[in-house]
């Protein structure tokens, strides 16, 4: 019977496709990582990984164990959170994107530390990509997601709208203009989200459809440093409206609507499949859809 230890390193080895670099994640040698996956296929019988030039290919047999050892360390992991705070609180981590962490999860972790004082949050906002990777090794036990999720094994669930907007500068030419359209975006300048960004996701999808060359100038994650960018006529940007409400109220950019596009997107909750859905994720989840229901 394979131990807890084993089956990490080999979800290590499965994940990342080199001894090396699993031992160098775990902090052990290289050896002890190549001997838990001989002990391993001696007692499964079977061949776990293939090498295909420097790099391990994952066998039939080895995605049946992968799939089964990470539902067995979620079980176990759930487990050992449970049992340390039985007698005090529910602990829940939640991951946020950017756009959500920037002007939503403020109020929905109030409201729900409000309503459920016992639920002790740790919250912990990225990209997209980084919140998936979290997922994916339990780090987190539900997360609000304004981009695409890509692996199967987090379920996702639409349950807030929202949409994208076109801003530039009050002294850009668009400025002027009631609306513009994808021709007038071709070889502009943008400032943009960094890679990994369901935002930057959305948009690049949009030119790519339209066949619209441009021109990114700024990679950035920080809302504030793309307003501010824009507000210097440096360039285009792209923001959730939530993000740039307020600075557009103030007038110092300007929303420009695209012609014929829609931006339009939804925020999802997701989880991973193997974990149980426990009640502070219930009720986190509840906490979500009554927003959507104002």
């Given amino acids: ?48 990984f293939e090498r295909i030039s420097k790099e391990l290919k994952i066998t039939p047999a080895g995605l049946l164990l992968l799939d089964n050892a990470r539902e067995i360390i979620a079980i176990h992991e759930q487990l050992e959170q449970s049992m340390k705070h039985i007698n005090a609180v529910r602990p829940l981590r939640i991951g946020a994107t950017l756009t959500i962490g920037n002007t939503l999860m403020g109020t929905l972790a109030e409201n729900l530390i409000k309503k459920h004082p016992d639920i002790d949050i740790n ?81 690049e999808t949009i030119m790519q459809t339209h066949h619209i060359p441009f021109i990114t100038k700024w990679e950035c994650s920080s809302r504030c440093a793309i307003v501010d960018a824009v507000r210097h006529n440096l360039g285009l940007g792209v923001l959730s409206y939530r993000c740039i409400k307020e600075y557009v109220d103030s007038g110092d950019i300007v929303a420009c609507p695209v012609e014929g596009v829609s931006m339009k997107r939804y925020f999802y909750l997701c989880y991973h499949n193997s974990r149980p859905v426990t009640s502070q994720m219930q009720d986190f989840t509840d906490m979500v859809l009554s927003l959507s229901a104002d």
């Fill in 1 to 48: 019977m394979a131990t807890l230890k084993q089956l990490k390193t080999f979800i290590a080895v499965a994940e990342y496709k080199k001894m090396s670099e699993a031992a160098k994640r775990l902090y052990i040698s290289q050896p002890t990582v190549s001997q838990v996956i001989s002990e391993l296929e001696s007692e499964y019988q079977t061949s776990l």
């Fill in 123 to 203: 919250v912990f906002v990225d990209n997209t990509k980084i919140i998936e990777h979290r997922m994916i090794h339990n780090e987190l036990d539900i997360a609000l997601v304004e981009g695409i999720i890509v692996r199967q094994e987090i379920i996702t669930k639409p349950v807030l709208e929202d949409y994208l907007c076109l801003i530039c500068g009050k002294n850009h030419p668009f400025a002027s203009k009631s609306s513009v359209t994808m021709e007038d975006l071709r070889h502009q300048n943008f400032i943009m989200r960094e890679k990994g960004s369901g935002t930057r996701a959305i948009f």
